[in-house]
């Protein structure tokens, strides 16, 4: 007789959810650089080629896209079309671990933002697995080796300047999500923020059309992507603590450094090694402070 394995509790599940999103998302930076295409027309791309699939799975939730969209989901796309054009310029600039790392300095926005706005007070194990994941993250940027990118210093800037992008994305997704399902929000905010990154790209006089079917591919690949990372981002959101979410994801920036050592020849030093252990070691930590904090509320 088989044995049957338990079923993970919901808190769990969302949890798993969300670290397969932010390893899907660790794709972002490498399919940015085989796209063919200007930083902000790569972001338009992902845009365009996720919203036939989006449609379709908006459709199927409750009251489906004949609803009117809320102003949160709107606020969202345009924090993520700002995200999207900072960020994509900041991986062609500077090393693919230090663009995600830098953008992903989110937890800390987001953290302060509960505190003291919406007075969520973090549990002090959370405060350490904060702490902990900031230096891993500072540890993977700073170990990098120069000379990686068109212009480091300018792209650690325009990545470090993400975070705030980020973080009014994270913030208007969690409020949305108390009306709206999360293909919903993320098919509002993506075709907000579609027009937004194809006036930039023609503003800033980007390359639009990629040269070849390889660049088409990763185009089409992004926008597949940004459906089950980003969809599965914002669902886990209607389940988990936004700050807990965003100390979660940085998930992504180990992949994606992973990722730019194996395609593109990147070099992983030994700090980056070590700074992406420590940004594991709070992921841990930081879903423990969960877990206590709620057994002492009860």
């Known amino acids: 007789m088989s044995a049957v394995l338990p079923r993970p509790s919901p808190r769990a599940f969302a949890l798993i959810v969300l670290v397969f999103s932010a390893c899907v998302l660790g794709l972002a930076p490498i399919l940015v650089r085989l796209t063919e295409t200007g930083p902000a027309a790569a972001g338009f791309w992902r845009f365009l080629f996720a919203l036939p699939l989006l ?5 199927r939730e409750p009251r489906g896209l004949a609803a009117r969209p809320s102003k949160w989901a709107l606020i969202a796309g345009l924090f993520f079309a700002l995200d999207l054009s900072f960020w994509h310029y900041g991986i062609v600039m ?41 230096g891993g993250a500072f540890a993977m940027a ?17 990545s470090v300047s993400v975070a705030l992008w980020y973080s009014g994305y994270f913030l208007a997704v969690k409020a949305a999500r108390a009306t709206s399902g999360a293909m919903q929000i993320t098919f509002w905010a993506t075709l907000v923020g579609t027009p937004l990154l194809l006036i930039v790209a023609l ?20 926008g597949v992507m940004h459906v089950f990372g980003q969809g599965g981002v914002a669902w886990a959101l209607g389940r988990l ?20 050592w194996w395609i593109f020849h990147e070099t992983l030093t030994p700090v980056q090694a070590v700074g992406g252990v ?21």
């Open 55 to 59: 449609t379709l799975l908006a459709a």
């Open 94 to 134: 500077t090393s693919v671990a230090n663009a995600t790392v830098l953008c992903n300095l989110t937890p800390v926005v987001v953290t302060l933002f509960g505190w003291f706005v919406l007075k969520e007070k973090p549990h002090r194990l959370f405060l350490v697995a904060l702490a902990l994941a900031m």
């Open 142 to 158: 700073a170990g990098a080796d120069g000379g990686q990118g068109t212009n480091p210093v300018l792209g650690d800037i325009f």
């Open 203 to 222: 503003s800033l006089g980007e390359t639009i059309i990629p040269a070849s079917l390889g660049g088409w591919a990763a185009c089409i690949a992004m």
């Open 241 to 260: 603590p936004a700050s807990i979410t965003a100390v979660t994801i940085l998930v992504q920036p180990v992949v994606a450094g992973l990722l730019g």
């Open 278 to 298: 420590l940004v594991l070691g709070a992921v841990v930590l930081a879903q423990r402070s969960a877990a206590l904090k709620a057994r002492s509320a009860a």
